[in-house]
């Protein structure tokens, strides 16, 4: 079965410092990767994916992922972080298409940004 | 379009009690899904329907959950009696391809309906 690590529960910033929250994840085959971010009040949102091909993605708000396949991880990054950041992240992994499957849903990451 | 609309956002019940959440997907989207997020815990998959049928009820704790979506439109999440550990965030997500979670037709989350068992 899929498991999803996240490393950092809780992490306080300062605006303008540089963001990276850890992602492991354990699965024997190809999956996809997935942040989410929940903001205070609202729904989960898709922040960005990796499905194949560059390992460097790029999602909104100018968060970044890179998938290291040898490393299981799937690490999110931003360089300079917002008040607005302030939110729960949350790393997720699905095996790839071929049927139904399920998305498997790492703690989540509270990100506290200070202005 | 509409997103995924759960009610109530919040439900105060006394272990023992009913308690019945509601999720409304995107109109069109066939498949619904059901998490839930015990506090400090991750979100955890509890079901998923296409249509009105059940497709996978693997994550469902117990007997003491039945959810439903008759007509394939909304669906009900019933927790009858609730317990203290019931406690948690339910989350709802509705996508039309079951298989590209995460594409422009992949899951939408509802807001999720915070539960308290007192």
């Known amino acids: 079965a899929q498991s999803v690590s996240q490393h950092n529960h809780h992490v306080i910033l300062s605006e303008a410092a540089s963001l990276e929250l850890g992602c492991n994840y354990s699965?024997?085959?190809?999956?996809?990767l997935f942040w989410y971010v929940q903001y205070p009040g609202q729904h989960l949102q898709l922040l960005l994916k990796?499905?194949?091909?560059?390992?460097l993605v790029k999602g909104i708000k100018g968060f970044e992922a890179e998938f290291i396949k040898s490393k299981f991880s799937f690490n999110l990054r931003k360089p300079s972080v917002q008040w607005s950041d302030t939110a729960e992240y949350f790393c997720?992994?699905?095996?790839?298409?071929?049927?139904?499957?399920?998305?498997?849903f790492g703690i989540g990451t509270k990100l506290q940004v200070i202005p | 379009e509409a997103g995924v609309t759960q009610f109530p956002s919040h439900s105060v019940i006394e272990k023992g009690q009913t308690v019945t959440l509601r999720c409304d997907p995107i109109?069109?989207?066939?498949?619904l899904y059901w998490y839930r997020r015990v506090m400090g815990k991750e979100i955890k998959f509890l079901l998923h329907?296409?249509?009105?049928?059940?497709?996978?009820e693997s994550g469902m704790p117990n007997n003491r959950f039945l959810a439903e979506r008759t007509g394939g439109t909304y669906s009900t999440l019933k927790v009858q009696p609730a317990e203290l550990e019931d406690s948690g965030v339910y989350f709802c997500?509705?996508?039309?391809?079951?298989?590209?979670?995460?594409?422009?037709?992949?899951?939408?989350f509802g807001s999720g309906t915070r539960l308290t068992v007192v």
């Open positions: 109109s069109g989207h066939d498949n």
């Open positions: 997500a509705s996508s039309r391809n079951p298989v590209n979670a995460g594409t422009a037709y992949g899951y939408t």
């Open positions: 699965y024997g085959g190809t999956v996809n």
């Open positions: 990796y499905f194949s091909g560059d390992p």
């Open positions: 997720a992994v699905k095996p790839p298409a071929g049927g139904y499957q399920k998305v498997t």
């Open positions: 329907f296409v249509k009105e049928s059940k497709q996978d």
